[in-house]
């Protein structure tokens, strides 16, 4: 067979780095581990990259995708950690980093019924490596919660305004956190969690919990930062909160990064 050109390892003059080539929005089965021990397995969406230095053309993207079905049909948590040094070595490069983001899903029971519904959840691994360097892993949960408003309860005769919100929380740790547990302490900050199935008792049950616990969106992520620093393992946290106000044309937003 004629041997093919490649044109991807010519030389490029321009004398321009990129920071980051590769593919993403790539589909791909995970398996994640829950707290008590179980699996679940999930479909995430996946982006894999390198640097490249300002000497090469373009890189070789196939190795991309070859990398990632190398470990079969579906990758655990441990493999999602290791593949960027796998990157390192079949593309050459310097710097590798990828991201896995999928839906979690966890069995709540309502409040006060105690009817099970499942709710979902957006999880996102990130794992960044350099050659002979360290790994970086940073775990992040996409947290959907309800609040409600301090001063429109303070000035109303009847009622407060009320919304959903979405927290956006991401850690770095010492010893790895369960995600169950990342969801929580989220759900504990906000003024009442949510539920996939509720009863007219537990309706009521929520509506009561959030009416007695108003917080803004200061104090959402306040509260998750407050519940960080207290946590022995994790290092690092970015919070971010969006509530989707019920009565403004606009969202109300804060965000909060331990330095």
């Not at 196939?62 to 493999?79: I, K, M, P, Q």
């Not at 691994?125 to 996409?142: L, S, Y």
């Not at 947290?143 to 850690?171: E, F, M, W």
Request: proline fraction near 5%; include cysteine; glycine fraction near 4%.
């Amino acid at each position: 067979m004629k041997e093919l050109k490649d044109t991807q390892n010519e030389r490029d003059d321009r004398n321009l780095a990129i920071d980051r080539v590769g593919v993403k929005g790539l589909r791909f089965p995970v398996e994640v581990r829950d707290k008590d021990g179980s699996t679940q397995r999930s479909v995430a969406t996946v982006a894999l990259a390198v640097d490249l230095p300002e000497h090469y053309k373009g890189t070789h993207m196939s190795r991309f995708v070859e990398a990632l079905n190398a470990h079969g049909g579906c990758l655990d948590v441990r493999t999602m950690a290791s593949l960027p040094a796998e990157l390192l070595k079949r593309l050459d490069a310097r710097k590798a980093h990828v991201e896995f983001e999928f839906p979690f899903f966890l069995s709540k029971p309502a409040p006060v019924t105690r009817k099970p519904g499942l709710m979902d959840y957006i999880v996102r691994f990130e794992v960044e490596a350099e050659k002979d360097g360290p790994v970086d892993f940073i775990v992040t949960v996409m947290v959907p919660v309800a609040t409600l408003c301090p001063c429109s309860k303070q000035i109303s005769d009847r009622g407060a305004h009320n919304q959903r919100g979405i927290v956006t929380y991401s850690v770095r740790f010492r010893e790895p956190v369960w995600i169950e547990d990342l969801i929580a302490l989220v759900e504990r900050s906000a003024s009442c969690e949510l539920y996939s199935l509720l009863k007219r008792p537990d309706e009521k049950a929520v509506t009561e919990r959030a009416y007695d616990n108003p917080v803004f969106v200061e104090d959402l992520v306040r509260n998750v930062a407050s519940r960080s620093n207290a946590h022995e393992d994790i290092l690092w946290y970015r919070v971010e909160a969006e509530n989707f106000e019920s009565i403004h044309n606009h969202q109300a937003y804060a965000v909060i990064e331990k330095r």
